[in-house]
Nanobody, 122 residues
């Protein structure tokens, strides 16, 4: 198992920045794909960004492209999501997940963190 623990959520002003972290307690193997998803009450969980662990290849949802950056720290088995120019619609619970497909579908991810809340003040 690779328990995932997110951190870094909190209150941010619209236009501001926030960096989320996702630490894995075990080793993340090179075949893994790490993703960030988000969910607001009453809505489906939606894809935000992903990174292929081995190559660092990334993919972003159109809604965050150019504002968010996903990155990884391989020695420390940690994934980051840097959120710049945060908008009110970015407010959500953000989840980190591990999968093995280069996929934006949550069905392709088998381990999930507990989530971290991001609140945006306008």
């Amino acid at each position: 198992q690779v328990p995932l623990v997110e951190s870094g959520g909190g209150l941010v002003q619209a236009g501001g920045s926030l960096r989320l972290s996702c630490a894995a307690s075990g080793r993340i193997y090179s075949s893994a794909v790490m993703g960030w998803f988000r969910q607001t009450p009453g809505k489906e969980r939606e894809f935000v960004a992903l990174i292929r662990w081995s190559s660092g290849t990334t993919l972003y949802a159109d809604s965050v492209k150019g504002r968010f950056t996903i990155s990884r720290d391989k020695p420390n088995n940690t994934v980051y999501l840097l959120m710049n120019d945060v908008k009110p619609e970015d407010a959500a619970v953000y989840y980190c997940a591990r999968g093995h497909q280069f996929s934006s579908s949550q069905r392709d991810y088998d381990y999930w963190g507990q989530g971290t809340q991001v609140t945006v003040s306008s």
